[in-house]
């Protein structure tokens, strides 16, 4: 469904919700039976009714979400207001909420309901959700209600959520997904069935997409079962946490000059790797994996501070989950929080990707990373001794590793 055709729809509705009447946008039995509007919210009292009637959504963001007093958070995809509304009461007086609604009869209905629920907190923004109106960094929780689905560009979508996050933010949403990619004649008559599953993702193409943007911790879980492998589902996922000024996102080629910058300096120190010169670019790509590289970046300069990559450690069937990786900060930026704060970002993208064992080798006098390591659930193996000759002399490695729970 195109973005046009989207707008004029709800704009339809939000118009007959203005004027008292019901609104739904699949059928009647499919949006009781489903559970989609109200009957996806444990509590609506006190909110407008007109908040109420045009509820669409195939599920409780808000609760999804888990607000705390104080948070900013932004709904997408916002209608009538009832999860911005929901959200004020959960952030209180202290705490902000958006809603950002492309259509125009949305935004003035939601006002209007803003306006009768007394709510001074809430601010309700027209604009499209693939391009947020709000600056980098400006707030805690995305949440959104079956909207995803029908964005004609869920990458800008998500990358402009993971944008407008604070590092440590989270994304709670309700959403309709498929369990498997339907055929064309079984997507149109879901399509008609249920009016919000056009465009739907899979769970897989769901979080495939949430990790190439740069979040981790993300879980899919289905919810109700509307037929024809259309499912309600709860999606969450966090942005990377780090020190302040900073933002952990996925690297990207444009990275190369500082991210070999930074490894060169980390292999002068001499307590790096046996290595002596960092590889040029291509080197680097080729013997890494393509996913699970992440940087940490200024905000305010976009300069790199620090890195994290995986490389696999067999191309045998049997290692799929093995993978060994390497983490290195600006000298300048050392002592800093920087390496604890990708190690855990990288921890969590690869326990997502199905990574059962990561590991490494240290020196024993690189102390401070071995301190790092340790304190983020890696433990020393074993001592590979004399193992190499680097500057003249012959050291030892410390193979250390960390595996998924019960792996």
Same mark, same amino acid.
């Given at each position: 469904?195109?973005?046009?055709?989207?707008?004029?729809?709800?704009?339809?509705?939000?118009?007959?919700?203005?004027?008292?009447?019901?609104? !739904?946008d699949c059928s009647?039995?499919?949006?009781?039976?489903?559970?989609?509007?109200?009957?996806?919210?444990?509590?609506? #009292?006190?909110? &407008?009714?007109?908040?109420?009637?045009?509820?669409?959504?195939?599920?409780?963001?808000?609760?999804?979400?888990?607000?705390?007093?104080?948070? +900013?958070?932004?709904?997408?995809?916002?209608?009538?207001?009832?999860?911005?509304?929901?959200?004020?009461?959960?952030?209180?007086?202290?705490?902000?909420?958006?809603?950002?609604?492309?259509?125009?009869?949305?935004?003035?209905?939601?006002?209007?309901?803003?306006?009768?629920?007394?709510? @001074?907190? !809430?601010?309700?923004?027209?604009?499209? *959700?693939?391009?947020?109106?709000?600056?980098?960094?400006?707030?805690?929780?995305? *949440?959104?209600?079956?909207?995803?689905?029908?964005?004609?560009?869920? @990458?800008? +979508?998500?990358?402009?959520?993971?944008? !407008?996050?604070?590092?440590?933010?989270?994304?709670?949403?309700?959403?309709?997904?498929?369990?498997?990619?339907?055929?064309?004649?079984?997507?149109?008559?879901?399509?008609?069935?249920?009016? %919000?599953?056009?465009?739907?993702?899979?769970?897989?193409?769901?979080?495939?997409?949430?990790?190439?943007?740069?979040?981790?911790?993300?879980?899919? +879980?289905? +919810?109700?079962?509307?037929?024809?492998?259309?499912?309600?589902?709860? *999606?969450?996922?966090?942005?990377?946490? %780090?020190? &302040?000024?900073?933002?952990?996102?996925?690297?990207?080629?444009?990275?190369?000059?500082?991210?070999? $910058?930074?490894?060169? #300096?980390?292999?002068?120190?001499?307590? #790096?790797?046996?290595?002596? @010169?960092?590889?040029?670019?291509?080197?680097?790509?080729?013997?890494?994996?393509?996913?699970?590289?992440?940087? @940490?970046?200024? =905000?305010h300069t976009g300069? !790199?501070?620090?890195?994290? #990559?995986?490389?696999?450690?067999?191309?045998?069937?049997?290692?799929?989950?093995?993978?060994?990786?390497?983490?290195?900060?600006?000298?300048?930026?050392? $002592?800093?929080?920087?390496?604890? $704060?990708?190690? =855990?970002?990288?921890?969590?993208?690869?326990?997502?990707a199905g990574v059962? =064992?990561?590991?490494?080798?240290?020196?024993?006098?690189?102390?401070?990373?071995?301190?790092?390591?340790?304190?983020?659930?890696?433990?020393?193996?074993? =001592?590979?001794?004399?193992?190499? %000759?680097?500057?003249?002399?012959?050291?030892?490695?410390?193979?250390?590793?960390?595996?998924?729970?019960?792996?």
């Amino acid at each position: 469904m195109a973005h046009e055709e989207v707008v004029d729809r709800y704009s339809a509705l939000a118009r007959a919700a203005l004027d008292g009447e019901k609104v !739904v946008d699949c059928s009647p039995q499919e949006f009781d039976r489903g559970g989609f509007g109200p009957a996806g919210y444990d509590e609506t #009292a006190g909110l &407008p009714d007109a908040a109420v009637r045009v509820s669409l959504g195939c599920g409780d963001p808000v609760a999804v979400a888990e607000l705390h007093t104080g948070e +900013t958070v932004l709904d997408l995809g916002s209608g009538g207001g009832i999860d911005v509304l929901l959200s004020a009461r959960r952030v209180g007086s202290y705490g902000k909420v958006y809603g950002l609604d492309a259509s125009a009869d949305m935004i003035e209905l939601a006002r209007s309901n803003a306006r009768e629920a007394g709510a @001074a907190n !809430v601010e309700f923004l027209h604009g499209a *959700i693939e391009a947020i109106p709000l600056s980098d960094h400006s707030v805690d929780v995305v *949440i959104s209600n079956c909207v995803i689905n029908l964005s004609s560009d869920k @990458a800008a +979508t998500v990358a402009e959520s993971f944008r !407008v996050l604070r590092p440590g933010g989270r994304l709670g949403i309700s959403d309709v997904v498929t369990s498997q990619i339907l055929d064309p004649a079984r997507r149109v008559a879901a399509e008609r069935r249920i009016g %919000c599953v056009a465009g739907s993702l899979t769970v897989a193409e769901y979080r495939d997409l949430l990790a190439a943007t740069g979040f981790v911790n993300a879980t899919v +879980t289905l +919810t109700a079962d509307h037929g024809d492998h259309v499912h309600s589902a709860i *999606i969450h996922a966090v942005k990377p946490a %780090c020190p &302040p000024g900073l933002e952990i996102r996925p690297m990207r080629e444009a990275d190369a000059a500082q991210v070999l $910058a930074i490894y060169q #300096a980390g292999l002068d120190t001499g307590q #790096a790797s046996f290595e002596t @010169a960092a590889p040029s670019w291509d080197g680097f790509t080729t013997g890494r994996l393509p996913h699970l590289r992440y940087v @940490a970046t200024d =905000t305010h300069t976009g300069e !790199v501070v620090g890195w994290v #990559a995986a490389s696999p450690v067999s191309s045998r069937p049997v290692y799929a989950g093995v993978v060994e990786h390497s983490v290195y900060v600006h000298p300048g930026c050392q $002592a800093h929080g920087i390496g604890r $704060a990708l190690l =855990t970002a990288f921890v969590a993208a690869s326990q997502d990707a199905g990574v059962w =064992t990561i590991q490494t080798g240290i020196f024993p006098e690189n102390t401070p990373s071995l301190a790092l390591h340790q304190a983020l659930g890696f433990r020393i193996v074993g =001592t590979r001794e004399r193992v190499g %000759c680097h500057h003249g002399t012959w050291r030892d490695v410390l193979l250390i590793e960390r595996r998924v729970t019960g792996a």
